[in-house]
């Protein structure tokens, strides 16, 4: 199956082309804005250096969030348009599971949400122990220390150093965006369901009164 992968959701631009679990092409840059105008061209010139065109592609997997709002968005509005002109499948994968996607062993999925609370989920060879959720800084803290039974661990993502500090020992990945590859791997074998970005809590931004 040929699968386009995109990511928005955090401070990064990610595409990739996959042909089963062949990389085609991909490309990414760290941008803490500014992905509506990337986007487009990124995923032109990546399909165009796998040397194949937009009507090849058998379905779409774009990360839904948690996430930036306005970031998420953009991934999702152009999955959406792209699918519905080329008549195949969009499908949504979780920020987090992408995230913790090629690591081995117990995986915390830590994303900086700020007002002292992270987007955490946590993975044991690839299966999810819970569901994401937004909590704050102590309470995710607990969480992993509860999964974890003193067994080593994993801490990925933008809110990784939030954590590690009361997760001794922990090993800690930094990581700006997801990568597009994993999004793609993880699309291919997902069930088709609606796409629809994945919201933990309402937007900073406030309408004026």
């Known amino acids: 199956m040929i699968v386009l992968g995109l990511d928005t959701c955090l ?105 002292d609370q992270v987007y955490l989920q946590g993975f044991d060879a690839g299966r999810p122990l819970m569901a994401p959720d937004a909590v704050a800084v102590e309470v995710a803290a607990a969480r992993v220390a509860e999964l974890s039974m003193g067994r080593a661990v994993t801490l990925v993502g933008s809110g990784a150093h939030l954590l590690a500090p009361v997760c001794p020992g922990a090993r800690v990945l930094a990581a700006d965006g997801c990568d597009a590859r994993h999004v793609a791997r993880i699309a291919a074998g997902k069930p088709l369901t609606p796409l629809r970005p994945l919201y933990l809590r309402a937007p900073d931004a406030k309408l004026p009164a």
């Open 11 to 115: 401070t990064a631009c990610s595409v990739a082309v996959l042909d089963g679990e062949r990389v085609l092409a991909s490309a990414s840059e760290t941008m803490a804005r500014g992905h509506q105008e990337r986007l487009a061209p990124m995923a032109q010139k990546v399909m165009g250096e796998a040397g194949i065109g937009f009507a090849a592609l058998q379905r779409i997997g774009v990360t839904v969030g948690p996430g930036s709002f306005t970031g998420l968005r953009v991934g999702v509005a152009f999955a959406k348009g792209l699918a519905s002109a080329l008549d195949i499948p969009g499908v949504g994968v979780g920020t987090l599971e992408a995230l913790a996607a090629g690591t081995d062993g117990l995986v915390f999925a830590v994303v900086d949400a700020r007002r």
